[in-house]
């Protein structure tokens, strides 16, 4: 098995529609720049308030890839 090296970065999703879709929508806007992305960790989840109903949501992620050997 090989030994593998990887680097962590922090990405922060919105979305209207809800905290899961906000993580979907980090990862592949993410997905766009990087490879080897293999795991993710969520760090931080906020949302927007209007007339006390929630109307955006974001969330923070620390998104996992491996460097290429």
């Given at each position: ?45 906020r ?14 992620i620390?998104?996992?890839f491996?460097?290429?050997?």
């Amino acid at each position: 098995m090989s030994e593998h090296t990887y680097k962590l970065i922090e990405v922060v999703g919105s979305s209207a529609k809800g905290s899961d879709d906000a993580v979907r929508n980090a990862i592949a806007r993410a997905g766009k720049n990087l490879h080897n992305l293999d795991w993710f960790e969520v760090m931080e989840t906020r949302g927007h308030l209007e007339d006390g109903k929630i109307v955006h949501w974001q969330v923070k992620i620390k998104v996992g890839f491996r460097l290429d050997d």
